[in-house]
């Protein structure tokens, strides 16, 4: 859809529709932005009416970010309380 009004300020927006098995397509513009190709896994997340949808391979990053984030933080506990 094009010149959708974007009160986001997201970098890209568009509309799609969900098909008789539950299926939504991606629209091309979102799909060639975030580099998406067949078989990448997407992670999910509803909260409070909204649809999150995030590639699997973000949250493994930020997932060892805050593995590596805990240990630090592990580190000075264990300073502080000696």
Excluded at 1 to 23: H, W, Y
Excluded at 77 to 82: G, P, Q
Aim: glycine share 4%; proline share 4%.
């Amino acid at each position: 859809m094009k010149n959708l009004k974007n009160p986001f300020n997201a970098d890209c927006m568009d509309v799609s529709t969900i098909g008789e098995r539950g299926q939504i397509v991606i629209p091309k513009n979102i799909r060639e932005k975030m580099k998406m190709k067949t078989g990448d896994k997407f992670l999910f997340l509803f909260h409070d009416q909204t649809v999150m949808l995030a590639p699997i391979s973000s949250f493994k990053v930020l997932a060892e970010h805050f593995q590596k984030s805990l240990k630090e933080i592990d580190k000075l506990i264990k300073k502080e309380s000696k």
